[in-house]
């Protein structure tokens, strides 16, 4: 079995090449910025609808991951919100092609250790589900992970992200 993948976030930690990607893209208007916080990430904003907005993202680095030999993602969080973020699983980076994901979060003061199957995660394609579970097999070859927030709600978030982690 392989080591464990694990992104840790926090002061003093590598958080790599992690960027915002937004609904500026295709012209919307919303805004998030990711900031090392204590012992974890910080990311927040403001959702906005006008110019046919409506997400935001934090999304890892470009590589090749191996995601295949693993069984369970990790994600321990806390959330001023009970909106539903998603962790975001691409193959292909393209919008258009299908993302794997899976929703999660409710609002907490208190920390929260999330574990999600692999094989329970969702295939969309432009927001819409298309199929509901998958053949893990096919987390070979990821070239992105990340987090989203495309509920279709305007408003403000904080998401604090301590780790996440494959095994």
């Known amino acids: 079995m392989n080591d464990p993948l694990v992104f840790d976030f926090g002061e003093g930690k590598d958080f790599g090449r992690w960027s915002i990607i937004n609904d500026g893209v295709m012209g919307g208007l919303s805004e998030s910025k990711a900031q090392l916080n204590d012992d974890a990430v910080l990311f927040s904003g403001t959702v906005s609808l006008k110019n046919n907005g409506g997400f935001v993202s934090l ?92 509920d279709k709600q305007e408003g403000s978030f904080e998401l604090w992200i301590d780790y996440l982690k494959f095994y």
């Open 59 to 150: 999304r890892g680095p470009m590589g090749n991951y191996d995601l295949s030999e693993y069984s369970f993602c990790e994600i321990r969080y806390k959330s001023d919100t009970d909106r539903k973020f998603e962790l975001l699983i691409e193959k292909e980076t393209p919008f258009y092609l299908p993302k794997y994901r899976k929703k999660f979060g409710e609002k907490s003061e208190d920390w929260q250790t999330l574990k999600i199957p692999l094989r329970d995660l969702e295939i969309s394609r432009m927001g819409n589900t298309m199929a509901e579970g998958i053949d893990p097999k096919e987390l070979a070859g990821i070239k992105r992970i990340g987090f989203i927030l495309a």
